[in-house]
């Protein structure tokens, strides 16, 4: 058990809104993810951090900002949700040899009407 | 070519049969490998990590390719536990600690 949290797991909202979705760890890593999962995308990294306020870009990061102003936390912002956005998106934590090992939290499933 | 790709499948076999998934990769320069596996509507879990020519865990071997550029995953005396989708993840070119993911294999084993 990593120690990942998400939340909420479920969020169902209306376009245009905006929508905050939260990872917390309980074990101090440095590196922490988000991912998006779409049916035939596999995942798809959105942002992530590798310490507290570094973070940068990944290959879906357009429509999303992120914010780590502690190690335990990690905010994933849709700033003005899109349909486009309804996916299920899934925290990870690195560890393991070299740091490159991912654990995940249990994920939260967004639906953008 | 695809960053990461991996058949689809699903691949249905009995139980107790041996089965075994290849996933190609473009980035020559990749020095570790993983496999997640994931079940239906939960997230992706651990299953091995390749450093070297391959890594065998019980039922499960992984062996590297590097001429090919492929992986494969190899799944003995399957169970009906097994079933499931199985990542393969390749680091990305772009970063230390971006990895890519493929979409995905899934295995349905049956009685």
């Known amino acids: 058990d990593a120690g990942i949290t998400q939340s909420p797991r479920h969020k169902v909202t209306e376009t245009g809104t905006p929508v905050t979705l939260r990872c917390h760890q309980t074990?101090?890593?440095?590196?922490m993810y988000w991912y998006r999962q779409d049916p035939g995308h596999g995942l798809r990294l959105i942002h992530y951090s590798y310490g507290v306020k570094d973070t940068d870009k990944g290959e879906v990061s357009d429509g999303y900002s992120v914010s780590r102003s502690k190690t335990e936390d990690f905010l994933l912002t849709l700033e003005s949700a899109t349909s486009s956005q309804t996916s299920v998106y899934f925290c990870?934590?690195?560890?393991?040899?070299?740091?490159?090992?991912?654990?995940f939290g249990e994920g939260s499933r967004l639906t953008v009407l | 070519r695809k960053e990461v790709e991996q058949d689809p499948g699903p691949f249905n076999v009995p139980e107790g049969a041996t089965v075994a998934f290849n996933c190609t990769y473009s980035n020559s320069a990749s020095q570790s490998f993983f496999w997640y596996r994931q079940d239906c509507r939960k997230e992706p879990k651990l299953l091995m990590s390749?450093?070297?020519s391959g890594n065998e865990d019980g039922r499960f071997t992984a062996q590297l390719n590097r001429a090919s550029q492929y992986i494969s995953l190899l799944i003995r005396d399957s169970k009906l536990s097994d079933s499931a989708t199985y990542l393969c993840v390749v680091p990305s070119p772009g970063g230390y600690n971006k990895l890519i993911f493929g979409a995905g294999t899934r295995l349905a084993v049956h009685p």
């Open positions: 074990e101090n890593h440095r590196y």
């Open positions: 390749v450093y070297s």
């Open positions: 990870a934590i690195s560890a393991g040899k070299g740091d490159r090992e991912l654990f």
